[in-house]
């Protein structure tokens, strides 16, 4: 096996496996778990969000029912999350497009459906975009969005930003960003702001090829609804649905929740 497909060498499905993206300096490991299932059908591939990892409520839980339908079933921690390497402050969407897309060309390079929550449905918008540019449209199968976070950097972050932090931003490369959620402060650097402005979405027509459905909660502090419905006015061709969670946040990982990503999934997708 060569160095651009690095693996643990073990047989046990769903084990932890690595690939290399990137040149030189920028060259980086990638973790990934990919249960084969029924090899006829599509991958789900599941995409996560900001600070979380492979092995959160909701990746584990699509996990556990795609094996139940024998579902090719792939996900992967970007660069700077859970087991893949480099640091979280290196991380730009440049990077984290780049590893979703050579995890879906070189691990399951057939038919897909994608399954992105809050950035993993900014980057599952930003890889249909890259798949489409490569004539690779056809692969796209079905798509769930969980609160996707598009424009992440520019419309929840830079614009929401006071003066102030700006200033720290454009000054001294980075601000540490307090969580919500009891990890360490996020720190958002110059670097990522900048490039992300090289990723936006909205304002022109947005592409999925697929069959989608989004997933909003009401209460979402993060992502909140305002922006889900903004993002909704600029998909185009493609048979697009919005659910509204009434009492949902921005995780949406209650059994309740989880329930209504397995059907929303089995809806796009249907077994």
């Given at each position: 096996?060569?160095?651009?497909?690095?693996?643990?060498m073990t047989n046990?499905?769903?084990?932890?496996?690595?690939i290399?993206?990137?040149?030189?300096?920028?060259?980086?490991?990638?973790?990934?778990?990919?249960d084969?299932?029924?090899?006829?059908r599509?991958?789900?591939?599941?995409?996560?969000?900001?600070?979380?990892?492979?092995?959160?409520?909701k990746?584990?839980a699509?996990?556990?029912?795609c094996?139940?339908?024998?579902?090719?079933?792939?996900?992967?921690?970007?660069?700077?999350?859970?087991a893949?390497?480099?640091t979280?402050?290196?991380g730009?969407?440049?990077?984290w497009l780049?590893?979703?897309?050579?995890?879906?060309?070189?691990?399951?390079?057939?038919?897909?459906?994608?399954?992105?929550s809050?950035?993993?449905?900014?980057?599952?918008?930003?890889?249909?975009?890259?798949?489409?540019?490569?004539?690779?449209?056809e692969?796209?199968?079905?798509?769930?969005?969980?609160?996707?976070?598009?424009?992440?950097?520019?419309?929840?972050?830079?614009?929401?930003?006071?003066?102030?932090?700006?200033?720290r931003?454009?000054?001294?490369?980075?601000?540490?960003l307090p969580?919500?959620?009891?990890?360490?402060?996020?720190?958002?650097?110059?670097?990522?702001?900048e490039?992300?402005?090289?990723?936006?979405?909205?304002?022109?027509p947005?592409?999925?090829?697929?069959?989608?459905?989004?997933?909003?909660?009401?209460?979402d502090?993060?992502?909140?609804?305002?922006h889900?419905?903004?993002?909704?006015?600029?998909?185009?061709?493609?048979?697009?649905?919005?659910?509204?969670?009434?009492d949902?946040?921005?995780?949406?990982?209650?059994?309740?929740?989880?329930?209504?990503l397995?059907?929303?999934?089995?809806?796009?997708?249907?077994p």
């Open positions: 096996m060569g160095s651009n497909h690095l693996a643990d046990k499905p769903g084990a932890m496996q690595m290399e993206v990137g040149e030189g300096a920028a060259r980086r490991r990638i973790a990934y778990r990919f084969a299932g029924d090899t006829a599509p991958t789900i591939v599941w995409l996560g969000g900001l600070r979380s990892d492979m092995q959160s409520t990746a584990s699509l996990a556990e029912h094996a139940t339908r024998a579902l090719p079933y792939l996900r992967f921690d970007y660069s700077g999350h859970g893949s390497e480099g979280f402050a290196q730009t969407m440049s990077r780049e590893e979703a897309l050579a995890i879906v060309t070189r691990v399951a390079p057939g038919p897909l459906a994608l399954v992105g809050s950035l993993g449905g900014y980057v599952t918008l930003l890889l249909a975009r890259a798949l489409g540019a490569l004539g690779q449209a692969r796209l199968r079905g798509m769930v969005l969980i609160a996707p976070a598009v424009d992440m950097t520019e419309r929840l972050m830079w614009a929401a930003f006071p003066e102030a932090v700006k200033a931003i454009l000054g001294e490369g980075r601000w540490d969580s919500a959620y009891g990890l360490e402060p996020t720190p958002i650097t110059r670097g990522l702001i490039d992300g402005r090289g990723h936006l979405l909205l304002g022109a947005i592409r999925t090829f697929c069959p989608t459905i989004v997933l909003q909660g009401a209460d502090p993060d992502v909140p609804l305002a889900t419905l903004e993002t909704m006015k600029f998909f185009a061709s493609d048979p697009v649905t919005l659910t509204i969670v009434a949902g946040d921005h995780r949406l990982s209650r059994p309740q929740d989880i329930a209504l397995c059907d929303a999934l089995d809806r796009v997708y249907p």
